[in-house]
């Protein structure tokens, strides 16, 4: 008998990309899943492929990292991304689109939602942009640290009394990816059933701002806006602490309750850490006392002197079996090496231009399928003639059209 590889869950979908930075990701997550994306680039090769940091060999990693698995294309046209016979063609093939500008230049450029859908009625058009299609902000301009900022994000990251600290890379690419590969799962689930395309209206700051932690939560519940605290924790036993090899991050509390206190109160005390008996006396419950300067300093100065001969591994495998919520700070190479990461399978190896990377893998798994990055990201218009020459002489008919399996 011979084995047949399992079908990925996407196996018949095809994608065309023609998205900038912003939306690459959620391509890279389709094309995980199994989907045919077809990523349209000018000659020479989209503006996204030198986007820094590079290697040595000239390989932007941000590029590498979000075009894995996909095709790439070069069409006719005096534009990147302007609707052209060509295009319509290959849409024609398709059953999602991807974009990710505002609606003002995709509007110039034939490929407005609205106007796409009118011609392609069973047609997916994903359009993720920074502030959506539609409201007074629509066509504004944004950057990767405008919509951090404009989603409410930067107002959590950094030090009370310095400027906000923006998250490395392109955080809003990643946020607006994943909202929009996961409402794109939803409208092809409708696809399959009715025949019926959809437009799926991804604006990226409202992705950030449904990304905020529980700060959201805390405004409903505690009447409390959530404000940038640095390393610094609100309420003793919550937050970053020193130990031998670097730092933790320890929750002894939360909202003002003392969650797990008595296991760490244990914890210090069984290590013969001197005055940690302290911690049983009545204040310590007390939301007021436990949310004071002088509480705060006197824990911190009790668990970093336990912490300090310990490293931050022998902390979390130690705090984790009292059923305390503690983790370790971890650099790359502690990721890399991580036993619950390495066995899982997470980090997957993809050779670009004769050079192994590491990739991190993708957010999901299923049963018998492997679900992962496929072959590296393809050289400037590397597909063009085969995707071509498949295409038909007229793209299908509204009836016509379906998803294959």
């Given at each position: 008998m011979t084995a047949t590889a399992s079908p990925t869950p996407l196996e018949g979908i095809r994608v065309i990309d023609l998205s900038t930075s912003l939306g690459t990701y959620a391509g890279r997550l389709l094309a995980d899943l199994g989907a045919d994306v077809i990523k349209v680039e000018p000659p020479g090769g989209a503006p996204e492929r030198?986007?820094?940091?590079?290697?040595?060999?000239?390989?932007?990693?941000?590029?590498?990292f979000t075009e894995a698995g996909k095709r790439s294309v070069v069409l006719d046209g005096p534009e990147i991304g302007r609707s052209t016979d060509q295009l319509e063609r290959l849409l024609g093939t398709a059953q999602i689109l991807l974009t990710s500008e505002g609606p003002g230049v995709l509007r110039r450029r034939g490929l407005h939602p609205e106007d796409v859908t009118r011609r392609h009625p069973g047609l997916v058009h994903v359009s993720v942009s920074p502030f959506g299609l539609t409201g007074p902000w629509a066509d504004r301009p944004a950057s990767d640290l405008t919509l951090l900022a404009a989603g409410g994000l930067l107002a959590l990251a950094g030090e009370a009394d310095l400027p906000p600290v923006r998250a490395f890379g392109n955080q809003t690419s990643v946020i607006s990816g994943v909202h929009a590969a996961t409402a794109a799962l939803i409208a092809v689930l409708v696809l399959e059933e009715t025949g019926q395309g959809q437009i799926v209206d991804v604006s990226a700051q409202e992705a950030?701002?449904?990304?905020l932690e529980n700060a959201v939560q805390y405004v409903d519940l505690e009447q409390t806006v959530r404000h940038r605290a640095g390393s610094g924790p609100v309420e003793a036993?919550?937050?970053?602490?020193?130990?031998?090899?670097?730092?933790?991050?320890?929750?002894?509390?939360?909202?003002g309750l003392p969650l797990a206190w008595d296991s760490i109160t244990d914890w210090l005390e069984s290590a013969g850490v001197e005055e940690a008996a302290q911690l049983n006396e009545p204040r310590w419950r007390e939301r007021g006392w436990r949310r004071s300067e002088e509480a705060v300093r006197t824990f911190r100065?009790?668990?970093?002197?336990?912490?300090?001969?310990?490293?931050?591994?022998?902390?979390?495998?130690?705090?984790?079996?009292?059923?305390?919520?503690?983790?370790?700070?971890?650099?790359?190479?502690?990721?890399?090496?991580?036993?619950?990461?390495?066995?899982?399978?997470?980090?997957?190896p993809v050779t670009v231009n004769g050079r192994t990377l590491a990739f991190p893998g993708s957010p999901y798994r299923f049963d018998g399928v492997d679900v992962a990055p496929g072959s590296p990201p393809a050289q400037p218009g590397a597909d063009t003639r085969a995707v071509l020459d498949a295409l038909p002489a007229a793209g299908p008919t509204a009836e016509t059209r379906g998803v294959a399996r």
């Open positions: 030198s986007i820094p940091p590079l290697t040595e060999d000239g390989i932007s990693l941000p590029f590498a950030v701002a449904h990304s036993g919550t937050g970053l602490f020193a130990c031998s090899d670097g730092w933790i991050y320890l929750v002894g509390g939360l909202g100065d009790l668990f970093e002197r336990f912490a300090a001969h310990r490293t931050k591994r022998d902390l979390y495998e130690d705090g984790q079996s009292r059923g305390i919520s503690i983790a370790p700070v971890s650099t790359p190479e502690d990721l890399l090496n991580s036993p619950q990461l390495v066995e899982r399978g997470f980090f997957r």
